[in-house]
């Protein structure tokens, strides 16, 4: 069973893979496949409740999926995102939203989309026995102040805080930490420099780990990310089944003799 703690192990040695799941099925397949890390994402938003943004994605949302994924996994450790304003607003009611991610929903460890801000928190939750996995570069939760989804830390000012904000987490007791879509040079020193893996996405090949949204490998999603990677087509393996069962019902194909079964003794019910 991959731990917190094996992660640490295993950074700079071997690399760490970590996918997206939201549903069980998906979950098996992934943690069959042998990947270290299964994220249940907040990416949840758009990639498959329908939203424009992850903002009004809730905190029961991925309680209830994260429960689905840890069901159908083995192997993995599997993290819960935690929403927008999920935490941050109020110490108690953090500690009981990430706790119940843990408690009730059988996750391993919650991620949160970090900053100056999350720092005591990280050291609070770290504490009580709640792994905390931080998130830096690009934040999607804070797109109305980011102003979209552009990369991050792209100046030598923006570059140096990043780096001293990850440094502050690693220390408050993060065990991992993401970088999102920001210069691969800037996340290599960034790997460099911590002791904690580090996980990117759209942050170069320097990482201990890379992470992938499961839709955008799938080849289900709408509109993916310029660092997005498709490794499949699942979309057309299902429209060929969807289109298969149509033609199978309209022409009488299904259901055939085997799919059902008469009784004798109730043929004559009038
Ligand atoms: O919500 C999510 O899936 C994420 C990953 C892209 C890191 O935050």
Do not use: W
């Given at each position: 069973m991959v731990t917190t703690q094996g992660l640490r192990e295993q950074a700079g040695s071997e690399p760490i893979t970590?996918?997206?799941?939201?549903?069980?099925?998906?979950?098996?397949?992934?943690?069959?496949?042998?990947?270290?890390?299964?994220?249940?994402?907040d990416s949840m938003g758009n990639a498959v409740l329908g939203?424009?943004?992850?903002?009004?994605?809730?905190?029961?949302?991925?309680?209830?999926?994260?429960?689905?994924?840890?069901?159908?996994?083995?192997?993995?450790?599997?993290?819960?995102?935690?929403?927008?304003?999920?935490?941050?607003?109020?110490e108690a009611e953090t500690i009981h939203n990430a706790g119940g991610m843990l408690k009730e929903a059988g996750a391993d460890a919650v991620k949160i989309e970090s900053g100056h801000h999350t720092v005591e928190l990280t050291e609070r939750l770290t504490q009580l026995g709640i792994p905390v996995m931080a998130h830096l570069g690009l934040t999607p939760q804070s797109v109305n102040q980011l102003g979209g989804y552009g990369r991050q830390g792209t100046t030598v000012d923006a570059a140096r805080t990043l780096l001293a904000t990850a440094r502050d987490h690693q220390e408050a007791g993060a065990f991992s930490l993401?970088?999102?879509?920001?210069?691969?040079?800037?996340?290599?020193?960034?790997?460099?420099?911590?002791?904690?893996?580090?996980?990117?996405?759209?942050?170069?090949?320097?990482?201990?780990?890379?992470?992938?949204?499961?839709?955008?490998?799938?080849?289900?999603?709408?509109?993916?990310?310029?660092?997005?990677?498709?490794?499949?087509?699942?979309?057309?393996?299902?429209?060929?089944?969807?289109?298969r069962y149509r033609e199978?019902?309209?022409?009488?194909?299904?259901?055939?003799?085997e799919h059902s079964r008469s009784d004798p003794e109730l043929d004559e019910l009038y």
């Open positions: 970590m996918l997206t799941a939201y549903d069980a099925p998906t979950a098996r397949v992934i943690d069959e496949a042998g990947i270290d890390v299964i994220l249940v994402g939203y424009e943004s992850t903002l009004p994605v809730t905190i029961e949302e991925v309680k209830n999926r994260t429960a689905a994924v840890a069901r159908a996994t083995e192997n993995a450790l599997v993290v819960a995102d935690m929403p927008f304003l999920s935490f941050g607003v109020d993401v970088l999102e879509h920001i210069p691969a040079n800037v996340a290599a020193q960034v790997t460099a420099e911590l002791s904690i893996p580090t996980i990117g996405i759209g942050a170069g090949a320097d990482c201990d780990g890379q992470v992938l949204v499961i839709t955008d490998v799938f080849g289900l999603a709408d509109r993916s990310p310029p660092f997005s990677a498709q490794f499949g087509d699942v979309k057309a393996e299902m429209e060929t089944a969807v289109d199978a019902v309209e022409t009488g194909e299904f259901p055939a003799d």
